[in-house]
Every structure is written in C-alpha cells, then in structure tokens.
C-alpha cells in the first residue's frame, strides 16, 4: 500500500501510485500536505484556494456522467466530483489510457456547501 518508492517530488509535481482501497485514501489525503512541507511551503496549504487532482489510468474507456439507482453502492464517484469541483474533465495522456482531473476550490464559502447539500437531497 505503500506509495511507490521514489516516487516523492519531481520538480513542481508529486506523482505517487497506491493500490485501488480504502487504506490508500487517507494517504492520497495527506500527500498534498506532506509535498508543500518538504518544500518548505507548509504555510501555502493554510491559504491554498485551488487544488487539481489528477487520476490516470491505463483504460482507454472514459467516463460517462450518470446518476446510479436508488440503493446503488456504486457509481457516485463521477457525480460526486461534477457538484465538488469547480470543474474537471477527461484528457488524453502520453501512452495508454486517460487522464481525469478536478479542480476543487478550498475556500469556498455557503453556496459550496449549499451544493452539496442540494445534490444529496432526494427531491433536487
């Protein structure tokens, strides 16, 4: 689970790999914070208002945005990201497969959240 060895910063960019689960989910979380601080910017991630996330992924399908059916354990992530993020989209990548990415704003104020709470009421 462990990000891959060698992995840390690359000039201006992190690129770490985990294995698909939850237990990377916390470490995909705290990456971020953990670059800024080797870098001696630590103070950024306090004032940071825009972050982009990047997933590649050597699968040439992309992604179509639907809402899944009532009761469906799956199939949130792409409507989950479309009411978060400012914007994100699908691009091309060097070899195999695509690049989906997100910006997510972090100093969004009421109507952020009134977003989301909008997107998770069952009769918006």
Not at 72 to 94: F, N, Q, T
Not at 103 to 119: I, M, Y
């Amino acid at each position: 689970m462990d990000p891959e060895p060698g992995a840390r910063g690359r000039g201006e960019t992190v690129v770490l790999r985990w294995a698909q689960g939850p237990r990377s989910v916390p470490m995909a979380r705290r990456s971020p914070l953990d670059a800024l601080e080797s870098w001696g910017l630590d103070r950024v991630a306090e004032s940071a208002s825009l972050v982009r996330i990047e997933v590649h992924d050597a699968s040439e399908v992309r992604p179509l945005m639907a809402l899944p059916g009532d009761g469906a354990e799956g199939g949130w992530g792409l409507p989950l990201v479309e009411v978060l993020s400012e914007k994100w989209g699908v691009s091309d990548r060097c070899g195999p497969g695509k690049l989906v990415w997100a910006e997510l704003r972090t100093d969004r104020g009421p109507e952020g959240a009134s977003r989301v709470e909008a997107a998770a009421r069952p009769d918006a």
